[in-house]
Structure formats: C-alpha cells, structure tokens
C-alpha cells in the first residue's frame, strides 16, 4: 500500500502550484486568508490554517500562535523571549514571529 501523498495547492498569481509538505518553512492566516510559505515564494491556500493543520498532522507541524504553524524541521533554532514566547530562527534566516 503506498503511503498518501505530502502535496499541498497553492495559488499565485491565479495559477495553482503543487508544493511538497517538506519544502514548507510556515503559514500563517493574515486577513482571513492563508497563506503558505516556501524558502522561494508564498503561495495563498484556500484551506483555513485549522484546515492546513489537520492535513500536516502526520507530519512535524507545530502550531505555534492562533494565527500561525511552522514546520519543526526546518528550525534553525529557538530563542526564549519575554512573556512566554519564542523567537524561531528558520532555515534561511526567517525570524519567526516577523518583525515590522
């Protein structure tokens, strides 16, 4: 029995793109929409990031804030902040949560 497969659908720009869970770095609900992003580009979903958890659950998602989920394997590495919160450092050197 081969295992499901680990591809996503992403929008941009009107085209749809198939992206592989192990290229997502995170994503995030900004505005009501969802959005997926890869070390090269950020696709929209049209899954709610409820959605989007549920379909990476089987794989090492982890969601971190009411509006955001990140992919454990592609930390780089974790700095306690104060209140109880957590810098991550991505791979490519995203900083997570985003500063403005």
Same mark, same amino acid.
């Given at each position: 029995m081969n295992a499901p497969a680990k591809k996503l659908i992403g929008i941009k720009n009107d085209i749809q793109a198939v992206i592989d869970f192990? #290229? &997502? @770095?995170y994503a995030e609900t900004v505005d009501r929409k969802t959005f997926i992003y890869t070390a090269d580009d950020v696709f929209?979903?049209?899954?709610? @990031? !409820?959605?989007?958890?549920? &379909? @990476?659950?089987?794989?090492n998602f982890f969601?971190? !804030? =009411? $509006?955001? %989920?990140?992919? %454990? #394997? =592609?930390?780089? =590495?974790?700095? !306690?902040l104060a209140s109880n919160r957590i810098d991550a450092t991505m791979q490519g050197g %995203? $900083? @997570?949560p985003r500063r403005s």
């Open positions: 192990a #290229d &997502v @770095l929209r979903t049209e899954l709610t @990031l !409820s959605q989007l958890e549920e &379909v @990476l659950n089987t794989v969601r971190c !804030s =009411k $509006s955001m %989920i990140i992919n %454990i #394997d =592609k930390v780089h =590495k974790l700095r !306690s %995203i $900083s @997570l």
